[in-house]
Structures are given as structure tokens and as C-alpha cells.
């Protein structure tokens, strides 16, 4: 018996798993079971960055994959569940699209993803594991989008956008070994004030119309 | 020879099966922090059955009389299918997942038929709940096994099991998130707990036991043996896929390994069972929409 679980496979399992993480979060009722999800998502997120060390032997990706341990799993899913804590008195996820036909569209969205990067150059100049992931993380940035459009409250929209960037970051991990260091930190520095302003806005729009269900902010007041 | 030990093979699958369902009981009690029957009280519960005299409502059909033993039989066809502890199996030469998948379905069909054939109100109740569940469990099923069979290279359901023991533990990562996706749809065709709650006659929420209402003595006996089969059926494919059995010639030692195989992932379903709730029916489509998900994830991710 020999176990073949090679390193290229392993790390395809993360990025999977990740991606797994963000289909969940279309199915979760709960804004708290969206935070949980959105925390393994991040975890598994960074279990792939810290692989593919090994795999490219740039050790740069150890910084980046530190970084988002810390702040995609520890920092925002607390200012997150700080949010939650002091203005959402109805957890409940309202949806514009029911939650088994969200599942079902993220399952066309994981399909067509893998097809359409099946032709992509990188077919041919790269290695298949890389095309994979690739189509991972596309896959992720479709199902954060469709996250964005498809529930009315904003904390949820928030969410979706951060998964968002966990895709394109998993595409810059996949295909161009990581962006440099300097870009890394900017765009972490960039998500990580961006989820404290969403919060601030969140926090405003609860102020201005008692809910935070965005298919009202076009009500009229006073 | 090879029909011998086919033979010998269904017979100690029936046999194992209450054990498991047995074991998985009491592990659960256990766990619970309490003593529970033993493991061989479902052998006694079917003797018990057995010895009772048998009462059948006078609006019943014949389909009263042959529902339970054609949802026995089309288990045991099923049974012949898959390789226990040898090769060997008695319906080697045919059979396609496909075909394993509705032999399936016909079990669930007769059971469904048995429900609404006597007239009872929770029968049709639980008949509707158990054909909308199967239904959305089967593309899931299908998906799965369909996995496996393009990685194997082959339809015949009996062969994929071959093959994977040859190729020796050589198995793809994917298979993960299928293992995952087996595990939900095994819990919802055996109607354990997030689907329905094995246990309990609770009116509001039972599926499986709102069918069998009726059912009494032997009839009664062949519907929980057959529930165990399935049960035990489900586990063996998992853990002949995901754990492949020694091929040694000793046959002893395969049938033992075989025992420790499904006692072991047995585990997981009591402790699944003990640290969640049953959902709510109108969840149970977006459960299994998410077992969907998991094998299109294991398929994408091989095929891609």
C-alpha cells in the first residue's frame, strides 16, 4: 500500500475546499453562519498560499499566506461579528434568489468556470494543477459576485465582495506565483480598511433607514 | 467455487447488518453517557417480530402482501452486486451503475406503494416525504458513481470495485469531496438524522417509520432488516472505495478486515447523529443540494 497524495493534489484540495467554503456561504440562512464559512474559506485560503511554496520555492507567498491567516481569518470575521452583534437584531439572510436555486447556480458557475479555463493558454504553457486552480479561483469570484446581487442585506454583500478578492488572490497565487510584496500588502491593507468602512456604512444605513435590507434604500423619507 | 463464496458473501452481509445498526445505536447511547442495548438487539427484535401474529387492515391489497418482500428482494439483488470480502460476487456479469441506482429506486418505490396502500393518513404522508427526499438524493447518487466509473473506466458496478483495489490506494484527492457527498446521500435514503429522525414516532416529522405504520409481525421484520441491509449497503460502498480491502488468499483474514471496515465508518453517522438536530423539511433540499455541489466538485475537479 502506498499512499500517492502528491503536493500539486493536495494543494488543489485546499483551493477546492475554499471554493466548497464559498458555496456554502449562498446556502447559509444566517448572517453568523456566513461569518463562520467565510472564516474556514479565508483558513483554507491560506493553507493553499502556504503549499504552493513548496511547489513554486517563493518564499514570499509564506508572507502573504501569514497575512491572510491573520487578517482574512481571524481580523475581519471578528469586526464582522462585532457588527453583528450591535446592530442586526434579525439575523436571518434575506434573498432575492431562494437558497436551493443559488446552490444550484453556483454548481453552473463551478462548471462553466472549469470549461471556460480549459482553454485558456495556460493550457499549454502551464502545468495542469495550476489550470485548476485557476479555474478555482474563477469560480470563486463568480459565486462572490453572484453573492453580492442575489441577498438584500448588505453585511452579506459585504461578505461576497470579500470572497470575491479571496478569488483573485487565489488567481494571482495560481498563476503569476503571488503579486509582489509590495502590491500584497496594499491590496490586504485595501480589503482589510474596506471591511471597516463597509461596517461604518453598514452602521450608517442602519442609522437612515432601520434595516439593512438594501432593496429599501429606495424608499422615500421625509 | 466463485458461486460459493458469492453465496457466502450475502449471507454474511445479511448477517452483519443488524449488528451495525446495533453498534451505531449503542455507540451513540454511549456517547449520550448512557448504557443502551446491546449490540445484538436488533437480532432479538426480529426474532420477537417473527414469533407475533400478523394483522393487515382489510382495505389492504395484494401489494400489502408483496411490497416488503419485493423491497427485501431488490436490496439482495443489490447486495450481489457489490464485493464484500472476495471478488467473487454472485451478479458479476451484469449490472451497470445505473442499474445498482434504480434496483435502488425500486426498493424506494415499493416502500412508497406499502405506505399509501393501506389507507392510513401518516402512510401517505410519509410515502410523499420519502419519494421527494429519494428523488433529490438520486442525481447526487448518480453523480458520485459516475465518478467513479469514468476514473475506472467501466459501467459494471462490481468491476469499479475490482479496479479500485487494484490500482492499491492510488486514489485521487477528489474522491474527498465524493466521500463527503456519499455520506449525505447515505444519510438521507437510510432516513437518519438530518432527514429524519430513526428513533422517534414523532407525527409531525417522521418519514421512514410513517410508512411501516402499518406493518406488524413478519412483515414488520423484513421492512427492518431490509432498513438495515440499505444501511450496511451504503457503508460497504464507501468503505470498499475509500479503504480498499486486502486481496490476501486467506479468506478469513479478508472477512475480518472487512468486519473492522464498516464497524469503523459506522463512526462517523453515530457521531453526525448525536452533535446535530433533524433539520427542517424545507431544508433537506438545500442539504442535498449541497451534496450536489460536493460531486460535482469530486467530478470537475478529476475530470477537468
Not at chain 1, 36 to 48: E, G, H, M, P, V
Not at chain 1, 104 to 110: A, G, H, M, N, P
Not at chain 1, 125 to 150: D, E, Y
Not at chain 2, 103 to 121: E, I, K, N, R
Request: hydrophobic content about 55%; charged content about 15%; overall charge neutral.
Amino acid at each position: 500500500m502506498n499512499l500517492n497524495i502528491s503536493l500539486s493534489e493536495f494543494v488543489e484540495f485546499m483551493a477546492a475546499l475554499s471554493l466548497f467554503f464559498a458555496i456554502l456561504q449562498t446556502a447559509s440562512h444566517r448572517l453568523d453562519f456566513a461569518i463562520k464559512t467565510y472564516t474556514f474559506q479565508s483558513l483554507a485560503l491560506s493553507i493553499t498560499m502556504f503549499l504552493s511554496v513548496f511547489y513554486y520555492f517563493d518564499y514570499e507567498l509564506i508572507l502573504s499566506a501569514v497575512l491572510t491567516l491573520l487578517i482574512k481569518a481571524i481580523l475581519i470575521p471578528n469586526v464582522m461579528k462585532k457588527i453583528t452583534e450591535k446592530i442586526v437584531e434579525d439575523e436571518s439572510v434575506k434573498p432575492f434568489i431562494n437558497f436551493t436555486y443559488s446552490i444550484l447556480i453556483c454548481v453552473f458557475i463551478v462548471i462553466f468556470s472549469f470549461y471556460a479555463m480549459s482553454n485558456t493558454f495556460y493550457s499549454v504553457s502551464s502545468s495542469s494543477m495550476m489550470q485548476k486552480i485557476l479555474a478555482i479561483a474563477v469560480a470563486i469570484i463568480f459565486v462572490g459576485i453572484f453573492l453580492m446581487f442575489a441577498r438584500k442585506k448588505a453585511l452579506i454583500q459585504v461578505i461576497g465582495f470579500l470572497t470575491l478578492e479571496n478569488g483573485i488572490i487565489l488567481g494571482a497565487t495560481s498563476t503569476v506565483k503571488g503579486l509582489p510584496l509590495i502590491v500584497e500588502v496594499g491590496v490586504f491593507f485595501d480589503v482589510f480598511v474596506g471591511a471597516i468602512m463597509a461596517g461604518i456604512l453598514i452602521f450608517h444605513i442602519k442609522d437612515t433607514f432601520d434595516s439593512l435590507d438594501t432593496s429599501k434604500l429606495s424608499d422615500l423619507k421625509e | 467455487m466463485d458461486k460459493v463464496i458469492g453465496v457466502l458473501q450475502l449471507v454474511l452481509f445479511v448477517a452483519v447488518a443488524p449488528a451495525v445498526k446495533g453498534f451505531i445505536h449503542k455507540l451513540k447511547l454511549n456517547l449520550r453517557g448512557r448504557k443502551g442495548p446491546s449490540i445484538i438487539q436488533p437480532y432479538k427484535d426480529i426474532f420477537k417480530l417473527l414469533r407475533k401474529e400478523s394483522v393487515i387492515s382489510k382495505d389492504a391489497s395484494f401489494i400489502s402482501r408483496i411490497a416488503p418482500i419485493l423491497v427485501l428482494l431488490a436490496l439482495i439483488v443489490n447486495v450481489c452486486f457489490i464485493p464484500v470480502f472476495s471478488q467473487h460476487t454472485l451478479l458479476s456479469f451484469t449490472g451497470d451503475v445505473i442499474a445498482f441506482i434504480y434496483v435502488f429506486g425500486l426498493s424506494t418505490f415499493f416502500m412508497a406503494l406499502y405506505g399509501m396502500d393501506q389507507g392510513s393518513a401518516f402512510g401517505g404522508l410519509g410515502s410523499a416525504r420519502e419519494m421527494t427526499i429519494a428523488s433529490l438524493a438520486e442525481p447526487t447518487f448518480m453523480m458520485i458513481m459516475f465518478t467513479f466509473s469514468l476514473e475506472y473506466n467501466t459501467s459494471n458496478i462490481s468491476e469499479i470495485f475490482i479496479r479500485v483495489h487494484n490500482s492499491s490506494f492510488n486514489v485521487p484527492i477528489a474522491y474527498v469531496f465524493s466521500l463527503l457527498a456519499l455520506f449525505f446521500v447515505s444519510m438521507a435514503e437510510n432516513a437518519r438524522i438530518p432527514f429524519d429522525n430513526p428513533e422517534t414516532h414523532l407525527e409531525l416529522t417522521m418519514v421512514h417509520e410513517a410508512m411501516i405504520l402499518e406493518a406488524s409481525s413478519k412483515y414488520l421484520a423484513i421492512f427492518e432488516l431490509s432498513s438495515y441491509i440499505k444501511l450496511l449497503l451504503f457503508i460497504s460502498i464507501a468503505s470498499n472505495i475509500f479503504l480498499p480491502f486486502l486481496y490476501s488468499s486467506n479468506m478469513l483474514l479478508n472477512i475480518l478486515f472487512y468486519i473492522l471496515k464498516i464497524f469503523l465508518f459506522s463512526i462517523p453517522i453515530s457521531i453526525v447523529e448525536l452533535s446535530i438536530a433533524k433539520f427542517r423539511f424545507f431544508r433537506i433540499p438545500d442539504l442535498l443540494m449541497i451534496s450536489f455541489t460536493l460531486a460535482v466538485l469530486g467530478f470537475v475537479l478529476y475530470y477537468a
